[in-house]
């Protein structure tokens, strides 16, 4: 095998795609419109006003000689410079496309740069005088390097690797020229080079961008150069995601796989692989910059296991293109799974699948991605293929996952009778029940997932099925209670609390409340709801953190969500760890973990509300004088004495009564070994990052939306304050079973505020947006999470 060999002459040239190569939508473009609008809420947050370290920036460039300001402006014009020479070889090269992309982008680009200095600077500008400025006014962006950076990013993905260096190498050098001239301060070139960022991935989105990928005339001068004689090349009709796949036959009639990792194909890159990484939580290759490094691991992980004794692909060799395209060429053993109707499948054929399975286990690989697309049958024999996303010293967790995986795909293509008798067979009744845990949809492969629903193969049916077969107790899930006891007294404290909140608003003029309404700023309304959201992103990451096993970013995510459509039922704190509970019982976490998991992460937002609480007292002077009488403090008041005194007396009626306390005192016992279980295994200083983090993380999102809406509605308040508020209403809300808190945040969040300097009517105006941000709006995508986790078995 020949490895990191550059085939043909190097030399510069612009453009690597070929003229007609396919555009497509990549989800690499989605990542940076969200990452591009995402920085650029942040940079102009903290431009007006500027932070004293970006003034004290700013006056050290305006200290530089100003003899080298001609230098300065010839740098600036190098950008603009190289967008007319991509528009003009574009049109030499018959490449029109490119150059309406070019002109669509600097268009978004000034369309968003003057929107966004509307926002952050309050006046709409200039657009002429800015894009021809050579110096101050500061610019927030920077409006030349905003246009001219979307003509050059927006041509990149077509473009052979120096030209894409050349074009970064540029909006990096010109962004720090202009803070130079003093035409933008740093947040502002920063904030150019976002939007010129924004404009070519929006542009991507709606027309499309090159793949990337070779035409089929490079790969065949390439394996000749590589001395691989081919025939009948074609692109295979499957097309993995990061990777141009190429079918063909060998001089002896062989069939053989092609795999070309080149530039720009999306999943080859360190963004896609950490996204597929994070959030299906698929185990593979380590996240590389390399495309030579990913065919590297790919061929030595296939020659290792063929040493192992595995059934796989044979290694013909490896090597890199002129293009710097990283090329394997494997020989490709029979036919796919995938590619066999159930009656061409025997029962050898299964067998042989769990022998190979086992053999890639003792060799010390997991396979990570046992399908139907990732199986081939050679002579009625099982061969793995595809290592790409394989691991060696695989845990525990991995070979069961492999296991259920073979398990799926077994039943999937021979059916549930045939495929679970030959896994028994195979497995024996002790290993088949420690492959149940496993037999759930986040277990699967990416590919394998949408086979199952094909086939509606129900997991759940299977696992019970396999189970009973195995002599192993069935996995039990905990069922979520529609109507009880408890939820008829939520029902009636429900009403109760709309009751009290109703008379609290007796006292307030509505008139003055719809009037702080009307003046309110939209944009800033807008924004607090999206600050708002990113609190779920928080309690996801915090979720992970408090779990004893990987889980995938994105289902938790999803969880969280779910949440706050099933707090309309019942109250928030329970809701959390009772759905938090079916969730990891359904990723195989036993009973008693899954309930300690959830007490953890519940238990984790206590402490970081408490201790935010401490801070706040002990290193800042905010305190906020509540007048809590009824005669002074008004409805809200009242209603916030009545809650206080309700949750007093129930506690006491709790610690009077024995049977009661007995019942507190055990379940609480219980939870605390759980949880202290659970807390042994916490030994990872980055899951308590995650697990403490998260929590603040999401604190710092309710205060800071909270923040925003009474900023819209024209008062100041500062974070010590916002946090102190909004924790300690938590804590109330907590505390009481009422769904949602309704009615009682809302009243606490009232007195809270006018306590801190807002009249009333402004306090209720601001409670009332934020709680429609924080709670009444979100269980709408709720709903759809929750749904979805259903629909994908995750519940």
């Given at each position: 095998m020949s490895t990191g060999r550059h085939v043909g002459?190097?030399?510069?040239?612009?453009?690597?795609?070929?003229?007609?190569?396919?555009?497509?939508?990549?989800?690499?473009?989605?990542?940076?419109?969200?990452?591009?609008?995402?920085?650029?809420?942040?940079?102009?947050?903290?431009?007006?006003?500027?932070?004293?370290?970006?003034?004290?920036?700013?006056?050290?460039?305006?200290?530089?000689?100003?003899?080298?300001?001609?230098?300065?402006?010839?740098?600036?014009?190098?950008?603009?410079?190289?967008?007319?020479?991509?528009?003009?070889?574009?049109?030499?090269?018959?490449?029109?496309?490119?150059?309406?992309?070019?002109?669509?982008?600097?268009?978004?680009?000034?369309?968003?740069?003057?929107?966004?200095?509307?926002?952050?600077?309050?006046?709409?500008?200039?657009?002429?005088?800015?894009?021809?400025?050579?110096?101050?006014?500061?610019?927030?962006?920077?409006?030349?390097?905003?246009?001219?950076?979307?003509?050059?990013?927006?041509v990149s993905p077509h473009l052979s690797r120096p030209a894409r260096h050349v074009s970064r190498w540029l909006l990096a050098i010109v962004a720090v020229a202009a803070t130079l001239l003093g035409t933008a301060s740093p947040s502002g070139a920063a904030a150019g080079v976002l939007v010129a960022t924004l404009a070519a991935a929006v542009v991507h989105l709606a027309v499309g961008s090159g793949a990337g990928r070779p035409g089929l005339g490079e790969v065949k001068a390439a394996l000749d150069e590589l001395g691989v004689a081919t025939s009948s090349l074609g692109a295979a009709d499957r097309q993995p995601a990061g990777v141009f796949l190429v079918r063909s036959s060998g001089s002896d009639g062989a069939g053989v796989t092609v795999k070309v990792y080149g530039r720009d194909a999306y999943d080859t890159q360190l963004l896609a692989q950490l996204w597929r990484t994070i959030w299906y939580r698929q185990e593979g290759a380590p996240p590389t910059l390399s495309r030579l490094q990913q065919a590297e691991h790919e061929a030595f992980l296939t020659l290792l296991a063929r040493q192992a004794g595995v059934p796989t692909q044979d290694v013909v060799t490896a090597g890199v293109t002129s293009n710097d395209d990283a090329l394997l060429v494997l020989r490709l053993p029979g036919t796919t799974l995938a590619d066999l109707r159930p009656e061409e499948v025997g029962d050898e054929t299964l067998r042989t699948l769990w022998d190979a399975v086992g053999a890639l286990h003792r060799g010390g690989i997991a396979h990570g991605q046992i399908d139907p697309l990732h199986v081939a049958v050679d002579g009625g024999r099982a061969t793995?293929?595809?290592?790409?996303?394989?691991?060696?010293?695989?845990?525990?967790?991995?070979?069961?996952?492999?296991?259920?995986?073979?398990?799926?795909?077994?039943?999937?293509?021979?059916?549930?009778?045939?495929?679970?008798?030959?896994?028994?067979?195979?497995?024996?009744?002790?290993?088949?029940?420690?492959?149940?845990?496993?037999?759930?949809?986040?277990?699967?492969?990416?590919?394998?997932?949408?086979?199952?629903?094909?086939?509606?193969?129900?997991?759940?049916?299977?696992?019970?099925?396999?189970?009973?077969?195995?002599?192993?107790?069935?996995?039990?899930?905990?069922?979520?209670?529609?109507?009880?006891?408890?939820?008829?007294?939520?029902?009636?404290?429900?009403?109760?609390?709309?009751?009290?909140?109703?008379?609290?608003?007796?006292?307030?003029?509505?008139?003055?409340?719809?009037?702080?309404?009307?003046?309110?700023?939209?944009?800033?309304?807008?924004?607090?709801?999206?600050?708002?959201?990113?609190?779920?992103?928080?309690?996801?990451?915090?979720?992970?953190?408090?779990?004893?096993?990987?889980?995938?970013?994105?289902?938790?995510?999803?969880?969280?969500?779910?949440?706050?459509?099933?707090?309309?039922?019942?109250?928030?704190?329970?809701?959390?760890?009772?759905?938090?509970?079916?969730?990891?019982?359904?990723?195989?976490?036993?009973?008693?973990?899954?309930?300690?998991?959830?007490?953890?992460?519940?238990?984790?937002?206590?402490?970081?509300?408490?201790?935010?609480?401490?801070?706040?007292?002990?290193?800042?002077?905010?305190?906020?004088?509540?007048?809590?009488?009824?005669?002074?403090?008004?409805?809200?008041?009242?209603?916030?004495?009545?809650?206080?005194?309700?949750?007093?007396?129930?506690?006491?009626?709790?610690?009077?009564?024995?049977?009661?306390?007995?019942?507190?005192?055990?379940?609480?016992?219980?939870?605390?070994?759980?949880?202290?279980?659970?807390?042994?295994?916490?030994?990872?200083?980055?899951?308590?990052?995650?697990?403490l983090g998260g929590n603040l993380a999401a604190e710092l999102c309710f205060a800071s939306g909270l923040g925003l809406v009474a900023l819209a509605l024209g008062y100041h308040l500062g974070l010590a304050e916002l946090v102190l508020i909004n924790v300690s209403v938590a804590l109330l809300a907590g505390l009481l079973p009422v769904p949602g808190g309704i009615g009682v945040a809302e009243g606490a969040l009232t007195v809270g505020l006018t306590a801190a300097g807002l009249p009333e009517s402004a306090a209720f105006a601001t409670a009332i947006v934020y709680r429609l941000a924080s709670f009444y709006l979100p269980p709408v995508w709720g709903w759809f999470a929750y749904r979805w986790l259903q629909a994908n078995k995750y519940l």
């Open positions: 002459p190097r030399g510069f040239r612009f453009f690597a795609s070929p003229v007609d190569a396919p555009r497509a939508r990549r989800a690499t473009d989605v990542l940076l419109v969200a990452g591009s609008l995402l920085g650029l809420g942040l940079l102009g947050r903290a431009a007006v006003p500027p932070a004293t370290f970006e003034d004290a920036l700013v006056d050290l460039l305006a200290a530089f000689p100003g003899f080298l300001d001609g230098l300065w402006l010839l740098v600036t014009n190098l950008l603009v410079a190289w967008a007319v020479v991509l528009a003009i070889v574009a049109l030499a090269r018959d490449r029109r496309a490119l150059v309406r992309d070019q002109v669509l982008a600097a268009a978004a680009a000034v369309l968003v740069a003057v929107v966004a200095s509307r926002v952050v600077q309050g006046s709409w500008p200039d657009v002429w005088r800015f894009l021809t400025a050579t110096g101050p006014p500061l610019q927030f962006p920077a409006l030349r390097i905003a246009t001219a950076g979307a003509a050059v990013v927006v793995l293929i595809d290592l790409s996303g394989a691991t060696v010293a695989p845990t525990e967790d991995q070979r069961r996952t492999d296991q259920a995986q073979a398990l799926v795909t077994s039943v999937v293509v021979a059916g549930i009778d045939r495929g679970l008798a030959i896994a028994l067979a195979a497995l024996g009744t002790d290993a088949l029940a420690q492959v149940l845990p496993y037999l759930q949809m986040p277990a699967l492969s990416r590919g394998l997932r949408p086979q199952v629903r094909r086939a509606e193969l129900d997991l759940d049916d299977l696992r019970q099925r396999a189970s009973q077969l195995a002599g192993a107790p069935p996995t039990d899930l905990v069922q979520l209670r529609r109507i009880s006891w408890g939820s008829l007294l939520q029902a009636g404290l429900l009403v109760l609390a709309f009751w009290a909140l109703a008379s609290g608003l007796a006292g307030l003029e509505l008139a003055d409340i719809a009037t702080e309404l009307r003046d309110a700023t939209v944009w800033l309304i807008v924004v607090a709801a999206l600050v708002v959201q990113l609190s779920r992103l928080g309690q996801a990451v915090a979720t992970l953190g408090a779990s004893p096993r990987p889980l995938p970013l994105g289902p938790v995510y999803a969880l969280q969500l779910a949440i706050s459509y099933v707090n309309l039922a019942i109250p928030a704190t329970a809701a959390r760890i009772a759905v938090n509970v079916r969730f990891f019982q359904r990723q195989g976490v036993p009973a008693g973990s899954a309930v300690a998991v959830g007490a953890i992460d519940g238990l984790s937002g206590f402490v970081v509300q408490m201790l935010l609480l401490v801070s706040i007292a002990l290193f800042s002077s905010v305190s906020l004088h509540l007048e809590l009488e009824p005669a002074t403090s008004g409805g809200p008041g009242r209603l916030l004495v009545c809650l206080v005194v309700g949750v007093v007396l129930a506690a006491a009626v709790v610690v009077a009564v024995r049977r009661w306390r007995q019942v507190v005192l055990d379940r609480a016992a219980d939870l605390l070994r759980q949880a202290w279980g659970v807390l042994r295994e916490l030994r990872s200083a980055r899951r308590w990052a995650m697990l």
